[in-house]
């Protein structure tokens, strides 16, 4: 079990006055298997009204709109989280159960590809061709494995709104490529997927009271008889360093933020995430 401290800003900068700006905050964790929340905070800056609620999804949102004039914005969420590896599928599923009506209505949000997710030809046989013999779980792990084999993690060459397809083509990306990719990956077998984003620790061994430079990440979760988390990038299952946000179909469904404003000045986007371990 990990004890981490999260500190996660962004800062907006205006190159004129906003008028109003109204917006949508995914940075909040909640407890749940695997997770427990000590204590969060979200503070806004200019100071604000919210309104938390939970979506469709299950993840917690906060919502706010700031009405008078401002040439930035900050958001500051600060977390601190246990987080502990998962426990095993009690009982796997097997590939005729993943077939069952039950499962396939019951999942079906997440056997059905989007826009982003839609796997290629070429990537449907690929993971074909690495589940082949393998039971469902075991063919999950192989799937994304044979995967990141072909891509290639390369900061700054897509966006978070990159369909799979295109990374594939370029056989480079980063963490919401590789998510997007196996998600669609996973779909095509039959197997439910979903899209995972969060923060994750960047050091398995790090010291206790050093704080680091940590990352926004994204994961994949696939379901074989129970949710199994798996981090594609650093072909590791998601446990003790990563702390989940939010899920979803994929990225579209959890932006840490997502809004409008009112004014004429273009805006520049700062993010810093900072994680201490404490245990």
Not at 28 to 47: C, F, K, N, Y
Not at 210 to 217: L, Q, R
Not at 226 to 254: E, I, K, M, Q
Request: net charge negative; hydrophobic share 40%.
């Amino acid at each position: 079990m990990s004890r981490l401290r999260v500190t996660h800003t962004s800062t907006f900068r205006y190159s004129g006055p906003v008028q109003a700006s109204y917006n949508e905050a995914r940075m909040t964790p909640l407890s749940q298997a695997g997770q427990t929340v000590v204590d969060s905070r979200l503070s806004i800056e200019p100071h604000t009204w919210t309104n938390d609620y939970r979506d469709y999804w299950g993840t917690a949102v906060t919502a706010f709109e700031v009405l008078t004039p401002h040439d930035s914005l900050v958001i500051t969420a600060e977390h601190v989280v246990e987080v502990s590896d998962r426990a095993p599928v009690r009982t796997p599923a097997t590939w005729e159960t993943l077939a069952s009506p039950d499962v396939r209505d019951r999942l079906a949000e997440f056997l059905s590809d989007t826009p982003t997710t839609a796997a290629p030809d070429d990537v449907v046989a690929l993971a074909a061709a690495a589940a082949q013999g393998l039971e469902p779980e075991a063919a999950a792990e192989a799937v994304c494995l044979a995967l990141r084999d072909q891509v290639e993690y390369i900061p700054g060459v897509t966006s978070v709104h990159t369909p799979a397809t295109e990374a594939w083509q370029a056989r480079a990306g980063v963490c919401q490529d590789l998510a997007h990719l196996a998600v669609g990956a996973l779909r095509s077998l039959g197997i439910p997927a979903r899209y995972v984003s969060g923060y994750l620790h960047p050091a398995r061994d790090g010291e206790i009271g050093e704080t680091v430079s940590g990352e926004s990440h994204a994961w994949v979760e696939w379901w074989v008889g129970d949710w199994v988390a798996f981090d594609p990038t650093n072909r590791v299952p998601a446990g003790s360093h990563h702390v989940v946000l939010a899920r979803g179909r994929c990225y579209d469904d959890v932006p840490p933020l997502r809004g409008i404003y009112a004014g004429r000045g273009t805006q520049e986007l700062d993010v810093r995430v900072e994680i201490t371990r404490e245990g």
